[in-house]
């Protein structure tokens, strides 16, 4: 415990709030020490904060009064004093100063790894470039990919099989230095642009594909304006493929690329440009010498001792292995007895099995790599940072974990707070009109009705969109990364989508149990849900829906559809017949004092039907739309008037006819709206 950190953040709070406040002479009562705190700072007694409290909790630790704490926080700027308010640390350490506590906070909750200085330039050596392949759908980026891969399983050992572990290294034999380049075996789905935004971030150098016969389409737009965002970082190639086809146009390509913005060297620009078919194999040794030439300009150098540092590029939950990622590394050198940290887990290292799926004991930078040991499944893009020991990896992720769940409670508190602020304001304004209710003379259930119309009035006034809530699943990091950008974009002002938690792995029990108990919907992606699972969803009365697929547009396209049944259904008016008042006319009805205003009408289109509404229109504009008391052809009650006949028309809560009022007998139709 470090007492004096409270009071230096406190000190700074209250700098902060004479700054915002600056123009005003005297100093802003909130955050300002009383007197009592200022003038005896030895008596200041020591208490010990939790982090979330609500104002009754400090009444109870400080042992104060209520009102003296409620008058304390008002004193303070708090406007909301209820004694269930929740605070924020700050507040309730300001509040504690504030009557003469000196409250106290856990430096330990500090500690954290970070990345390491730059090294310096003695240090470092060459390593190998990190290459992503990019480019527009069915382009041939996989079979490139397929081609290069069956090149550097062919020139490694006998009978070697690269493992699939989302990169892969291939031996240059002229390259100076480290003789390989790694590429990053990244999808090219049109829905997982965050992955590839995200895989740039890593690479060194892009092999822009664009398939030689269909030229430059709207993907590969989209990759060029990466590339732009990033060109300082980035070294760039055209792998121009399919070029085995008959009666390809490379020029024409070439063309395009100039005309997206790609200077093509052919044409005087830098950007080196090569023909190439993953069918024949043309232009593959080509592709990569160009590629270990681009990198060599680029001196990529890496310090290959100390600590490591790298970045998560792959994650899965494996049968038998455990939570398994694949990390690139980036500095340092990374040995199988190593602990390290990601995100919010940690791993003390079990495996490290590179693409070739032998085990090693060392990885340098600029190779891909399996790492078995995590505690919890990193996400792709988390930084990797290597601890000194087991003890400061679990510091450090405890502490993450503390921040994580913190940052998440007081978003939450904004929310509970509002949510108790209007439930309170609810129940004044429902006293309140129960209390004028009474006053008027009414008694009983309508003094209810009046209290409950007002709250109705006021709560539907402000109801915010309706939410689709969200419970994703998928089968690796990347994917879940990649459907939570294709989901969460869903709705309009009025619906939208809400996404409530997303992981890797199967849909288990405990997402259906959590989704009923907060009415969401289950989305998985390329993952199983089990039968016994899926079964306990759909049991009545609150089924769970629960959507897999293994295809992307399908989950969005049943996410929209479900966020648009949320939508209010728009009314829609059919008019089936029309009549026009002629002349307005009184009848005596049986045990009524008042005589009926019957408005004689002759039918001017349509049908007119006793048991559709009836709308009244005036010189365009609707007055009234209501249930048609009387329907009479002469003086015979009937249930419909055909066009061209007169009759009389009586509704039940409109009586003000007017000769020329058009009476329409109208059906209301509920319209599914879409998005
Ligand atoms: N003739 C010929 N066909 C190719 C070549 N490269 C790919 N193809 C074909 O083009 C189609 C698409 O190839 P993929 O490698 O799946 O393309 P992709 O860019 O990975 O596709 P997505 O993953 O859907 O984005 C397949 O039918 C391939 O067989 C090539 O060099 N020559």
């Keep these: 415990m470090v007492p004096g950190r409270v009071n230096r953040s406190l000190q700074r709070n209250r700098d902060e709030v004479r700054v915002s406040n600056a123009p005003a002479p005297a100093p802003p009562p909130r955050h300002q020490p009383s007197k009592r705190a200022k ?28 009102s003296t704490v409620q008058r304390a926080a008002e004193g303070m700027g708090l406007t909301d004093t209820r004694p269930d308010r929740l605070l924020t640390s700050e507040d309730a350490s300001l509040l504690a100063l504030e009557l003469g506590f000196d409250p106290e906070i856990n430096d330990d909750a500090a500690f954290d790894l970070f990345p390491l200085p730059l090294s310096p330039p003695e240090l470092l050596s060459p390593r190998p470039p990190i290459t992503g392949i990019f480019g527009h759908v069915d382009h041939g980026k996989t079979s490139l990919l397929d081609a290069l891969r069956s090149t550097s399983v062919a020139a490694g050992e006998a009978g070697g099989i690269t493992q699939h572990i989302g990169a892969f290294e291939v031996g240059v034999a002229s390259m100076e230095g480290e003789p390989t380049i790694t590429f990053l075996d990244t999808p090219g789905h049109a829905a997982f642009t965050a ?35 990033a060109s300082d970082e980035l070294g760039v190639v055209v792998a121009l493929t399919k070029c085995d086809k008959p009666g390809v146009d490379t020029t024409k390509v070439k063309h395009e690329l100039m005309a997206a913005g790609v200077e093509v060297e052919d044409f005087g620009g830098d950007v080196p440009c090569v023909e190439v078919s993953s069918v024949t194999g043309q232009g593959l040794a080509e592709l990569v010498e160009t590629i270990s030439a681009i990198a060599e300009v680029r001196e990529l150098k890496a310090e290959r001792a100390g600590r490591v540092e790298g970045r998560v590029i792959e994650s899965r939950v494996e049968k038998g292995r455990g939570n398994v990622a694949t990390v690139l590394v980036l500095r340092g050198c990374l040995r199988n007895t190593a602990s390290l940290v990601a995100g919010t887990t940690w791993a003390r290292v079990r495996t490290l099995i590179p693409p070739s799926g032998k085990a090693v004991v060392s990885v340098y930078p600029g190779q891909p790599v399996e790492v078995t040991g995590w505690k919890d499944l990193p996400a792709a893009g988390d930084l990797v940072l290597e601890a000194a020991t087991e003890d400061e990896a679990k510091r450090a992720i405890a502490n993450r974990l503390r921040r994580v769940e913190q940052e998440k409670l007081w978003s939450d508190v904004e929310v509970i707070n509002e949510k108790q602020r209007r439930e309170a304001e609810i129940l004044a304004i429902r006293k309140d009109e129960e209390d004028k209710a009474k006053a008027k003379g009414l008694r009983g259930n309508a003094v209810l009705h009046a209290g409950d119309a ?43 989508v809400k996404i409530l938690s997303s992981a890797v792995g199967p849909v288990t029990q405990g997402d259906v149990d959590m989704a009923r108990a907060v009415g969401a919907t289950i989305v998985g992606f390329n993952v199983k849900a089990p ?14 829906p629960v959507h897999t697929s293994p295809i992307i547009y399908r989950l969005v396209d049943t996410v929209r559809q479900a966020t648009a049944d949320l939508l209010p259904k728009s009314i829609e008016t059919r008019v089936h017949g029309e009549a026009t008042v002629q002349m307005v006319f009184d009848i005596s009805v049986k045990g009524r004092k008042e005589p009926k205003r019957i408005a004689g009408s002759k039918v001017s289109n349509g049908v007119f039907q006793k048991a559709r509404k009836a709308r009244v229109v005036r010189k365009g504009e609707v007055l009234h739309t209501g249930v048609v008391s009387t329907l009479k052809q002469v003086k015979k009650d009937v249930l419909e008037i055909p066009k061209g006949v007169e009759c009389g028309i009586a509704l039940d809560d409109f009586d003000a006819w007017e000769v020329d009022d058009l009476i329409q007998s109208v059906e209301e139709v509920e319209v599914a709206r879409t998005l």
Excluded at 39 to 54: E, F, G, I, M
Excluded at 202 to 224: N, R, S
Excluded at 470 to 481: H, M, N, P, Q
Excluded at 533 to 541: F, G, I
């Design 39 to 66: 003038s005896k700072p030895k008596q200041l007694k020591k208490v010990v904060l939790p982090t979330t409290l609500r104002l009754d909790n400090l009444v109870n630790i400080l042992k104060e009064r209520l």
């Design 531 to 544: 039968g016994s699972v899926m079964k306990d969803a759909a049991k009545v009365p609150n089924p769970v």
């Design 195 to 229: 992955m590839r935004s995200r895989g740039a971030g890593v690479t060194d150098v892009v092999v822009l594909v664009v398939a030689a016969d269909d030229g430059v389409k709207p993907q590969t737009e989209e990759v060029i304006g990466l590339i732009r965002s």
């Design 454 to 496: 007002a709250v109705e009035e006021l709560v539907g006034a402000s109801d915010g969109p309706k939410e689709l809530l969200l419970v994703i699943k998928a089968d690796v990091s990347g994917t879940v990364e990649a459907v939570v950008g294709a989901l969460e974009g869903i709705g309009n002002a009025e619906a939208k």
